[in-house]
């Protein structure tokens, strides 16, 4: 008699984000390109990593001075300080006043998947997650398997070709009391003093609580400060938030995927209060976070001069990055190309939207073996000397081809 298995009614997952990947692997064409990578690459098409990391593994590799016994559950406190330094400045508000701390996280989605296991539990008034960024994020997934009712908004208008700044100050007066708002690359909302005035008035007299995504710290402009300030705001106002903050892109040691959780609570008594909360709920989720990311992370920010040069390689690659939209986008002038590209070199980071539609889209990937995703957000450091042309050309075409059918 055959045996039936637990699993029988286990149906197939919808297809993950990774798809595009694996259909570039099994074509076949030379001339194929990938604009769809999450890390930051070389001119040579190799993953960029900071300069100072190779020299930091080495020297982990070889001091007969560390332990590697299990860190304990909060995780490696040195890292934390670190971290939290960089992220707020040593002289910040929340930290002279001792109410800000962190819990090591592990990965990219680390934090948020602790932050609303916490959330869940802690503040069952507050249900309603609104997610608000430049693109869709995949931590929508975390608050949705936790429970939450989520709302997803984007930024990004893509008929103008813009961030408009006016959908996060409107979604914030149209949420209900008392929810969640976790807001990616608010930076680049590029908001006026009057802007943030009216933001933080609404989301106080709301009693919304804030929940940042810090991806990239340093990616978006190149200054680590600029990146970040506008937490001093919230800082300032008296907010209290959670805040995801991964450093392993801005290091170039994807495979170390390592964050942490930020608490800014309104004094010290409560912040250890939701801290001891934060570290019983680790115990089961992961118990001890792996440290070979954070110990990197930690010898650059504790060395004066590994830091700058740390923040010397990150500066280079923004500059780079900078470089090749300007490229892009005067190529695309000097092929005729219709409408204005201004909005590539308006946009911050390595991952911008190139404004083509759908059909365009296609175009490049059937036609032109370009690949990239449905909304055309691509990475700019996919982009080099060796394949910018070709890249250009394609636009053109695909932009010409779909002109008559707008």
Same mark, same amino acid.
């Given at each position: ?130 997610? &608000?960024?430049? #693109?869709?994020?995949?931590? $929508?997934?975390?608050?949705? *398997?936790? @429970? !939450?009712?989520?709302?997803?908004? /984007? ?58 995504? &810090?991806?990239? #710290?340093?990616?978006?402009? $190149?200054?680590?400060?600029? *990146?970040? @300030? !506008?937490?001093?705001?919230?800082? /300032? ?58 110990? &990197? ?80 957000? &691509? ?28």
């Amino acid at each position: 008699m055959p045996t039936l298995s637990v699993f029988m009614d286990v149906p197939l997952a919808q297809k993950l984000e990774g798809s595009l990947l694996k259909t570039y692997k099994q074509d076949n064409c030379p001339n194929k390109i990938f604009l769809a990578f999450r890390v930051c690459m070389t001119s040579e098409g190799h993953p960029w990593v900071s300069s100072v990391v190779p020299k930091i593994r080495l020297q982990i590799a070889y001091d007969p001075s560390l332990n590697y016994e299990y860190v304990p559950v909060k995780g490696m406190k040195s890292f934390t300080e670190a971290s939290l330094k960089l992220l707020f400045g040593k002289h910040s508000q929340a930290i002279v006043e001792n109410r800000v701390g962190g819990v090591h996280t592990v990965g990219d989605n680390g934090a948020f998947q602790l932050g609303a296991q916490f959330l869940k539990i802690w503040c069952k008034d507050s249900q309603i997650v609104y997610i &608000i960024s430049s #693109q869709k994020e995949p931590y $929508g997934l975390v608050f949705q *398997d936790m @429970g !939450f009712t989520v709302c997803e908004y /984007s930024f990004w208008d893509s008929k103008q070709l813009c961030v408009d700044s006016n959908v996060l100050l409107d979604v914030v007066e149209q949420a209900p009391h008392g929810c969640i708002f976790v807001i990616g690359n608010i930076g680049d909302c590029n908001l006026t003093q009057s802007q943030w005035a009216r933001l933080m008035a609404s989301m106080k007299s709301k009693q919304i609580f804030p929940f940042f995504d &810090i991806p990239n #710290q340093g990616l978006s402009t $190149g200054d680590l400060e600029e *990146d970040t @300030g !506008f937490l001093e705001y919230f800082v /300032s106002q008296g907010f209290e938030f959670f805040c995801s903050q991964s450093l392993s892109k801005t290091f170039g040691i994807y495979d170390e995927g390592v964050g942490i959780l930020v608490v800014v609570a309104l004094n010290n008594q409560l912040l250890l209060c939701v801290l001891s909360q934060l570290m019983k709920l680790t115990q089961a989720l992961w118990l001890n976070p792996p440290t070979m990311g954070a110990r &990197i992370i930690t010898s650059v920010l504790c060395n004066p001069a590994l830091q700058e040069e740390w923040k010397q390689s990150l500066k280079g690659l923004v500059e780079n990055i900078m470089l090749i939209k300007e490229k892009v986008k005067e190529k695309l002038r000097l092929l005729g190309t219709p409408g204005s590209w201004d909005h590539i070199t308006d946009q911050n980071g390595p991952h911008s939207y190139l404004g083509l539609n759908s059909q365009q889209v296609e175009y490049l990937v059937k036609k032109k073996h370009i690949y990239l995703p449905k909304n055309g957000r &691509i990475n700019f450091t996919c982009i080099n000397a060796c394949n910018i042309d070709y890249i250009t050309q394609s636009i053109n075409e695909a932009v010409l081809s779909t002109k008559g059918s707008e």
